[in-house]
């Protein structure tokens, strides 16, 4: 039996090298300032930093953080920062008593269990594709406000 990560995704560990696929992609994106595999707060996962200038003056910081489980379960949590407040939302793939597999946890808060229930492609690829295309969807909202 593997041990439990202890974060409450996935009793698998860390997938290691997809974090560092998706590091490299990214920082490969013009919509990327920084992407570094990290182990803050005691989980590995991958942090990102996105550039600021894509985004209008109200939002004071943008980031990704990536969990990403050698048996495909994952967790995507996106943060905006605007006048101190966040702006949280987060995609998860990983079994739970109170959603399927695949959920959402809606903005602006991502609140605690149950999210939304989902369907998320089955490759890390366009997962990672997929959150970006809302990301972008996001942004595009914020300049339009």
Known sequence: MVPPTGDGGSPAPIDRPILEFLQTRLQATGQVATAHITDAGGHLELRVILTPSYYPDSVEEATLAVRWYTND??????????????????????SNPHNTRDHFQPPPAA????????????DHRDVLRLVLDEIEDRIAALWGE
Do not use: L
């Not at 967790?75 to 987060?90: A, F, L, N, P, T």
């Not at 269990?113 to 089955?122: E, K, L, M, V």
């Open 73 to 94: 379960d994952f967790k995507i949590h996106y943060r905006e920062i605007q006048s101190g407040r966040s702006w949280d939302c987060r995609w998860d793939q990983h």
């Open 111 to 122: 609140p605690p269990p149950p999210g939304d229930d989902a369907s998320w492609p089955t």
